[in-house]
């Protein structure tokens, strides 16, 4: 049985423009998306007396189809086509759009000094609901405990901050199951629905609702931006400001938060790495325990001096017994040099100069080692006068780098697999963020070209979902599937731009 829809026309408070739904359309497609607007389009009669008499005052479009499937989109642009017949069409996101329009305004800072160093304001009870306030959205279902967020959300609109917020908590956001809510959380919920790639279809799984057929399937990103070992930074200039006797604070790093956040429970962390720099990076090993500031080690072949110092556990940068703040005063022979300052060391801690600091993932990076510097331009600290009256503000800016590096790394750790599967049906509850299971052996379509023979057999997780209604009563769906919960990368970039639209400012502490 065809499935027939209608489109009604809103004006900005919701209300249906003219005496009903427009009853001429040729087409309908509305998206749904992970972590951003999708994209939605219509096409009406040019010729249509009614549908140019309504479109002057419309900004909304609503679709509502016999299968239960309800979606309103924010219209922004217009075209004509000429044509036989010449056409209108809207074009437009969806409403997760609605909060790119709303902007944060200044002031938006969440630095509350809680003492004993910790700062910052609780995501769940502050900074979420924040976001939407005076938006015309609300919560939907938000994850528990998200931590807390330090910094400045001032100047970025409402949707650029939600995705900020997404990054450093490594979470997703979508539409809720009800229009203007927000979910805010992991996801990857099972739909408990299956795509199976079938010869002929039988009777007994047409009628089956939990199974959608496969008509196509084709590769749209395969590898991509591949990190598993990332050396992280925040914005500013190394020893730009905040200059004392024994630190060159300027730009946010990870090392700012293993000397300075061990004995803060908030900030306690136990996997930053660190290993020699290129340029007169030596590591070599403590060999006696002394209290001094001349340390016996293995070698000091490659030393230099004036060199920065690492003494510790490489591996957990963070532990207390550590030295972070040293340099190489000189060298006094091959197994002895002397540091800026007198230190307790034993037998065994690593001896690392020009340090650097880093997270990466162990078991992808042995696999298939793939490294990269990330500054994320974004998190600074805002220097004041008189110098170091701020320095202790460094720990949870670097506990928020710290966090967006993570997030970062479980993104892009590992190679993944991103397809477009054309199935027969999907349910109406089906949202981004959800898996389904596929099943798909044979050829697919890679760039237009039938590539490759593949097997998948796998529970992905769904990144966009695509329905289109023709004016005929056919229904096209596409969904964008993938083996990791995140956007494409050619998504992630429309992203940045739909986030962009009134100006980033930093996230200064």
């Known amino acids: 049985m065809a499935n027939q829809f209608r489109v009604e026309l809103l004006d900005s408070a919701g209300a249906v423009l003219g005496d009903g739904p427009l009853l001429n359309v040729i087409k309908a497609s509305f998206g749904e998306a992970l972590d951003r607007a999708a994209d939605c389009t219509i096409e009406l009669p040019a010729t249509d007396t009614r549908v140019i008499d309504l479109l002057p005052s419309a900004v909304f479009a609503r679709l509502v189809a016999d299968d239960g499937y309800t979606r309103t989109a924010l219209i922004s642009t217009r075209t004509t086509r000429v044509g036989l017949p010449p056409t209108i069409v809207l074009g437009g996101y969806d409403l997760i759009a609605e909060l790119g329009l709303v902007t944060c305004g200044w002031l938006a800072d969440y630095k509350t000094d809680h003492g004993g160093g910790v700062y910052g ?47 450093v908590t490594g979470k997703h956001f979508r539409q809720g199951a009800t229009e203007r809510t927000l979910d805010f959380g992991a996801f990857g919920t099972s739909s408990g629905f299956r795509l199976h790639q079938v010869e002929r279809v039988l009777r007994a799984q047409d009628a089956n609702s939990a199974i959608g057929l496969i008509t196509a399937l084709e590769v749209l990103e395969d590898g991509g931006d591949v990190v598993n070992l990332i050396v992280p ?110 230190v307790t060391v034993t037998s065994g801690m690593q001896f690392i100069t020009e340090p650097q600091y880093y997270l990466y993932d162990s078991t992808a990076y042995a696999t298939k080692p793939r490294e990269a510097t990330v500054v994320f331009s974004d998190i600074e600290v805002i220097a004041r006068t008189p110098a170091g009256t701020n320095i202790a503000q460094f720990v949870p800016a670097a506990k928020m780098l710290y ?23 999907i349910p109406t509850t089906l949202r981004p963020g959800d898996t389904v299971r596929v099943l798909y052996n044979g050829r697919v379509t890679r760039d237009g070209v039938a590539a490759e023979w593949i097997d998948v057999d796998a529970s992905l997780y ?38 962009t639209g009134q100006g980033v400012m930093a996230t200064r502490v």
Not at 315 to 320: G, Y
Not at 403 to 425: E, F, G, I, N, Q
Not at 465 to 481: E, F, H, M, P, Q
């Open 121 to 167: 304001d609780d995501i769940n009870t502050y900074v979420l609901p924040d976001i939407l306030d005076g938006t015309g959205w609300s919560s939907g279902t938000i994850a528990a405990s998200l931590g807390k967020f330090v910094g400045s959300l001032s100047g970025l609109s409402r949707l650029a901050a939600l995705d900020r917020v997404r990054k």
């Open 233 to 342: 930074f925040g914005a500013g200039q190394d020893g730009s400001y905040l200059i004392t006797s024994s630190n060159d604070y300027g730009k946010v790093r990870l090392k700012d938060l293993a000397e300075g956040g061990g004995g803060i429970a908030d900030y306690t962390v136990t996997d930053i790495q660190v290993r020699p720099g290129m340029r007169h990076g030596v590591e070599t090993t403590v060999t006696a325990n002394t209290t001094s500031t001349t340390v016996t080690v293995t070698s000091t072949t490659g030393m230099v001096a004036g060199s920065k110092v690492f003494i510790g556990d490489k591996t957990n940068a963070q532990d207390a017994p550590n030295y972070w703040s040293l340099t190489v005063a000189s060298i006094t022979d091959g197994t002895h040099v002397v540091v800026s300052l007198s």
């Open 403 to 425: 966090d967006r590096a993570k997030a970062y790394l479980a993104d892009h750790a590992t190679a993944r697999k991103v397809y477009r599967v054309t199935p027969s049906r």
């Open 462 to 499: 769904v990144l966009t979902i695509t329905r289109t209604y023709n004016a005929d009563g056919t229904t096209a769906i596409s969904l964008d599937v993938s083996d990791a919960n995140r956007q494409r990368a050619a998504d992630a970039e429309l992203v940045a731009q739909l986030v």
